[in-house]
């Protein structure tokens, strides 16, 4: 029965891809010196599984990178080789052409056959030029007696590779070796079911080996070497007997306890021995670490979708059972009391399996300030907390790009040169911080560093220059600021790779809009620049404060509101031609009137009668005016571009418990459009 590997293809390159990462984030902790063993067993192992997996799915190419890539890195585990900025380079760049090699595959499209010829040269070439010759295993030196003072071990060890074993990308000599490096080994290899020269195939096993290793090790140090070549070999391992002195010689075999695959080349029999449970042949399956599985998101939104429907129904029935009297309808009232309490614990449930820790995102910047802080010679510590805090799978797909355009200006435009930090008494490393932690009910991810901080009178002056404000015109530090999310806007003097041309931070602004959050900005000359992002915990649903208008309902972003207040008459003062506005902790705000920009017929159109609701967007507040207050409640959003069309000043819309549908408010849309009327 032949087996359609292409069914398997999405789990191998997505466990190659997260493979990847582990990867580059270990080589970006190794030290130049000798490296930490777990750190280089970590970078060997991701290495050696996606060459077997390569291998495997026939895709040749990879698996020839990865096998130059595995030599060096062999010889770094065996110690003759040093990690050297040179090195470090090399393994980093080999993470980036094999993402670039399993994506061209993944696409089938075409692999850029000379950028990874000329990056294996360069492998090849660092390999030959090490200054200490590869230890070779001690095949043939005499075995050392087993004192009973030291208690070394005597072993003897049956490897009967699979045919498929070389295919899979395993080299039995290099297990050899690493056997070699921990204790005196002895080699006899069984070459009985070898073909004919014209009956070999270069990619099976035919070979079989023997082995008697003496010196302090244990049966599962010897496991561990072999666990690379697990389920591709049949191992067998035994103690020697204790009268051999100096672990005699293999003694005369017995049949095997283990039945041999027809595949399999035969071995001499052997006394009775412990057997390796061996692993059956696999390949990528849908599950991930132990405990878990995986599943796709298009799933998890079914299921999201669902629970929204549940809610909306849930909210229904209450409503309705509070119009019911009689014997049982506390009863009835009861149980959809417990059916509320049911469907948020179901809700929340089912949020947190889209639920995805924010060092998923944290992970890409390591690299990315290594690299940064080369080419443009600064020092950067990178630090992080709260990795941990979790938010929304889409919400986290979509943060990244805002999060990698901070982080490049904290170094480019924020953290000064090494002398220049050295004349202002600072320490030649300037540091960079990113912070998420839960706030209410919302995300804040920060982007601080330590650095000169924003130039006020430069952005000022770019501002003026730019004719965006008035040669006279007095702003405030917070309004200053603002001025860098405007589109095209830089300030820097010239336009490199990195930075210049005035398209980071309103893009910035704009994708954090998207995401239903809301940017901030604090600076402080000499002393470094924060950059706050708040975002909603989910883009599914959202918590907000239920407003009427007429007889329509709204309902308003908590993460928007400000404050809520009532306004008397002499609070407002009306301009001509500018609308009224009204003094707002010592500013003054305009104020817009949500009736008639939906063109509703208010219950009152005085503002005193009224309500106004302090909200910002895009760094500017505003009063909206509406007739009640209602109440807070978390809602389900749903789409309106998928069914009808883009509104401006809707971000979408909810079912509410009588029925019927109420339109959520898209706070910086609104203030844009009020804008254009009042310029109008």
């Known amino acids: 029965m032949t087996v359609d590997l292409t069914q398997f293809h999405d789990a191998f390159f997505e466990e190659s891809f997260e493979a990847l990462d582990a990867m580059e984030a270990a080589l970006l902790k190794l030290d130049v010196g000798a490296p930490e063993p777990e750190l280089i067993n970590t970078i060997f192992r991701v290495a050696h599984s996606i060459k077997g997996g390569s291998a495997t799915f026939g895709f040749s190419e990879i698996a020839s990178f990865t096998h130059s890539l595995e030599t060096l890195l062999d010889e770094l585990r065996s110690g003759t080789m040093q990690v050297t900025p040179e090195v470090s380079d090399l393994l980093l760049k080999s993470v980036d052409v094999l993402r670039a090699m399993l994506r ?226 506390e009863q009835l009232r009861a149980g959809l009391d417990q059916l509320e309490r049911n469907m948020r614990e179901l809700q929340e449930s089912v949020m947190r399996v889209r639920m995805l820790p924010i060092s998923f995102v944290f992970s890409r910047f390591p690299r990315m300030v290594r690299d940064m802080a080369h080419r443009l010679g600064k020092q950067i510590e990178l630090k992080f907390s709260g990795e941990q805090t979790e938010l929304d799978k889409t919400v986290l797909e979509k943060i990244g790009d805002p999060l990698v355009h901070l982080v490049r200006n904290c170094i480019d435009h924020g953290i000064e040169p090494p002398e220049k930090r050295a004349a202002a008494g600072k320490s030649a490393a300037g540091t960079v911080h990113l912070d998420a932690s839960h706030r209410g009910g919302n995300i804040a991810v920060e982007v601080s560093d330590d650095g000169g901080g924003l130039d006020k009178s430069r952005i000022l002056a770019k501002a003026r ?50 995401l239903g959050g809301k940017i901030e900005v604090g600076s402080e000359s000499g002393r470094g ?43 407002v003062t009306r301009l001509s031609g500018q609308g009224e506005v009204f003094s707002f902790r010592g500013d003054y705000l305009p104020i817009i009137r949500m009736h008639s920009l939906f063109g509703v017929d208010p219950r009152t159109r005085a503002l005193a009668e009224g309500l106004v609701v302090v909200v910002e967007g895009d760094g500017r507040r505003v009063g909206l005016f509406v007739d009640d207050l209602l109440g807070q409640q978390q809602v389900v959003i749903k789409s309106l571009e998928a069914n009808y069309g883009h509104i401006d000043g809707v971000s979408g819309a909810t079912i509410l418990g009588d029925g019927s549908v109420a339109l959520i408010v898209d706070v910086p849309g609104l203030i844009h459009i009020a804008s254009l009327r009042a310029a109008a």
């Open 104 to 329: 061209s595959v993944q696409a089938t499209r075409p692999i850029d056959a000379q950028l990874v010829s000329d990056l294996q040269f360069d492998l090849e070439v660092v390999i030959a030029r090490k200054n200490t010759p590869l230890a070779a295993p001690a095949r043939e030196a005499p075995a050392t007696p087993c004192a009973e003072d030291d208690t070394p071990s005597c072993w003897q060890v049956r490897f009967r590779p699979y045919r498929e074993l070389l295919a899979r990308g395993n080299d039995p000599l290099r297990l050899f070796r690493e056997l070699g490096g921990l204790a005196e080994v002895r080699v006899q290899i069984d070459a009985q079911n070898l073909p004919s020269l014209a009956d070999i195939q270069p990619q099976d096993c035919h070979l079989a080996w023997t082995l008697e290793v003496n010196g302090r090790i244990s049966e599962e140090q010897i496991r561990q070497v072999f666990d690379w070549a697990e389920g591709d070999c049949e191992l067998l391992i035994q103690r020697a007997p204790a009268e051999h002195p100096g672990c005699a010689p293999v003694p005369a075999a017995a049949p095997n306890p283990t039945p041999a695959r027809d595949d399999a080349p035969a071995a001499p029999a052997s006394t009775p021995v412990v057997e390796a449970p061996a692993k059956p042949e696999s390949t990528p399956s849908a599950l991930g670490d132990s405990g878990s599985i995986r599943v796709s998101v298009e799933k998890i939104d079914e299921l999201m979708n669902t629970v929204g429907e549940l809610v909306i129904t849930q909210a229904m029935l209450s409503q309705l059972g509070g119009r019911f009297d009689g014997p049982q309808a």
């Open 465 to 514: 220059d730019r004719g965006l404000v008035g040669p006279n015109d007095v702003l405030s530090d917070a309004e200053i600021y603002e001025l860098i999310f405007l589109p095209g806007f830089s300030t820097a003097e010239k336009t490199t790779d990195l930075s210049g041309r005035g398209v980071g931070m309103d893009v910035v602004r704009r994708n954090v809009k998207e």
């Open 529 to 571: 620049s924060r950059f706050t992002i708040t975002l909603p915990l989910t883009l599914a649903i959202v918590d907000g404060q239920s407003v009427a208008v007429g007889t329509e309902t709204y309902i308003v972003p908590l993460i928007s509101i400000v404050e809520s207040l009532q306004l008397k008459d002499a609070q």
